[in-house]
């Protein structure tokens, strides 16, 4: 996958800061790149005004040495406040605060005065525990005075690895460097760090080799290559038939996920329906095939045939038995395969069996409490997706404002092209069946999800406010062309 959208936790960064050094780069100079990055990113947003820059005992605290020097030889007031004293600083901080020829203040709310800007240069990656009371204590009275406030690589207190938080202040800007980290772009550190710059500094991309990176910001460079290509001679049979079974009598989700999967540039869907919902779902539909089906063994005989190619179970299924049943069944079949919503539910009791059956290529797209009844995995969201994705062998769409996606192997990708909006009934739907849509079309598992939940979010952003689910499979299109190429 792309090497730009790499994501770095603060451990392997500080291994790339490392190897960039070793390599033949002054730290001192990484970090000077730092600090005028940052001053930069100022200058081009706020006006000449009055800046508090408080800075941290390590290197991020040398950042702000950095900033507060290029500020001020911008002609701009700057008070630079020190927690813990100037003497105890080493390395490159202690080089860059030796350039500082104006007075260090103490660390606390004084040194907030008259601010109109304040740079948060407190902890970057290197912070290792809680912050202490006094320094929650001064972000939290900086939130009060809803000070400007512009944090150095992350808002301190953010822990980059995991996007969670304690006492870290909200900021308008935050300027990174090199690569962008996890906590960037997960809750609630996405939404911490306001709008996120990154910064080239000069590090070497080639340490990333060495460091066998996993996670990436989900980006079309991470899967564009493996999107379902259109030969000239293709007839409908060669671009996949994907099974829906549809819910009765919820119905509407069903045919959400239908439209959805072609609109998603699979050949042919078929909807499943109980022989009871025939009706309302033929209805609905002129491209889409409707057939009834009546049981478990109506579901193996219409599995025999193997021009199937995605099959996806779970909207509007109702989470009981007989949803159950039919779930193995589909996971039996060994084809590609996605399981949402009841689907899930149904194994709440029984979890174990559920992955056991896993075999072929398999998406769980799971909401935080679908995945609550089916898992028992604790830490942050990448951490556990992973974790669930390892335990059951399949790839997990761990969905919120900031989905993970994550592959049996380690892989993962974090997605932030969502907008808001998505948070309305229906749109699980959509996503369902725009991912069997794409592996319908033979999309390997984690990429067909990664660009499923990319899709999705681009449909909606798209269309903009007062989306319903209704509206999004027949934006799906305007999304693939964003993509650049006649694909899918
Ligand atoms: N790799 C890069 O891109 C570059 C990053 N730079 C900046 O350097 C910081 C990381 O610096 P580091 O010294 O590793 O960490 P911190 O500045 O966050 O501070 C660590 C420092 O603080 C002590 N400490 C940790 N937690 C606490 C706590 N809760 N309370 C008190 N003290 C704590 C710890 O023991 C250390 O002494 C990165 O974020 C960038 O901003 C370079 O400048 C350029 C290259
Ligand atoms: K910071």
């Not at 001020?72 to 080493?90: I, N």
């Not at 039919?326 to 996605?338: S, Y």
């Amino acid at each position: 996958m792309a090497l730009a959208t790499a994501l770095l936790t603060p451990a392997e960064m500080g291994e790339v800061d490392r190897r960039t050094i070793a390599g033949g780069t002054a730290g001192a100079l990484l970090m000077e790149r730092a600090g005028a990055a940052v001053a930069a990113e100022i200058g081009r947003r706020w006006t000449r005004r009055p800046v508090a820059v408080l800075c941290g005992p390590g290197n991020n605290g040398g950042d702000g040495f950095v900033v507060a020097r290029r500020l001020a030889a911008e002609g701009w007031p700057v008070r630079l406040a020190l927690l813990g004293e100037r003497a105890a600083l080493r390395g490159d901080a202690a080089h860059h605060a030796a350039l500082w020829l104006q007075p260090v203040e103490p660390l606390g709310p004084a040194a907030l005065d008259g601010a109109g800007l304040v740079v948060d240069a407190l902890f970057g990656a290197g912070l290792s525990r809680p912050l202490d009371a006094p320094v929650a204590g001064l972000l939290a009275e900086v939130g009060r005075r809803r000070l400007a406030v512009v944090a150095v690589d992350v808002p301190s207190g953010l822990d980059g690895a995991t996007g969670l938080a304690s006492g870290a202040v909200a900021a308008d800007l935050t300027v990174t460097f090199g690569w962008l980290k996890p906590g960037h772009l997960l809750q609630p550190g996405r939404d911490l760090c306001g709008e996120t710059v990154l910064a080239d500094i000069g590090l070497d991309p080639a340490a990333l080799d060495a460091l066998g990176v996993k996670t990436w910001a989900n980006d079309p460079a991470s899967w564009r290559v493996a999107l379902p290509r259109l030969a000239s001679g293709t007839h409908k049979y060669m671009r996949g038939h994907a099974l829906v079974l549809g819910g009765w009598p919820m119905s509407g989700a069903g045919r959400l996920a239908a439209r959805a999967a072609a609109r998603a540039g699979a050949g042919l869907v078929t909807v499943a329906v109980p022989p009871a919902g025939h009706g309302t779902y033929a209805a609905a539909f002129e491209s889409q095939i409707v057939r009834p089906l009546a049981d478990a063994h109506a579901l193996d005989a219409l599995l025999a045939d193997r021009r199937f190619t995605g099959l996806l179970l779970g909207p509007g299924a109702g989470a009981g038995g007989t949803t159950r049943v039919m779930a193995l069944r589909l996971l039996a079949a060994e084809r590609p395969c996605v399981l949402d919503a009841d689907a899930l539910t149904a194994f709440a009791d029984a979890p174990a069996e559920l992955f056991a059956a896993i075999r072929a290529p398999t998406v769980l797209t799971p909401h935080a409490g679908e995945f609550a009844r089916l898992f028992k995995t604790s830490g942050d969201k990448l951490t556990q997706a992973r974790a669930a994705a390892a335990e059951s062998g399949a790839v997990l769409v761990l969905k919120g404002g900031d989905t993970v996606v994550a592959a049996p192997d380690g892989r993962a990708v974090i997605n932030a092209n969502a907008p808001p909006t998505l948070a309305t009934g229906g749109t699980g739907d959509v996503l369902a069946g725009l991912i069997v849509g794409l592996l319908a079309q033979g999309m390997p598992a984690f990429e067909a999800a990664a660009a499923g939940v990319w899709l999705h979010g681009a449909a909606a952003a798209t269309f903009g406010p007062g989306l319903i689910a209704s509206d999004l499979p027949d934006r799906i299109p305007v999304a693939l062309r964003r993509l650049g190429r006649s694909r899918a």
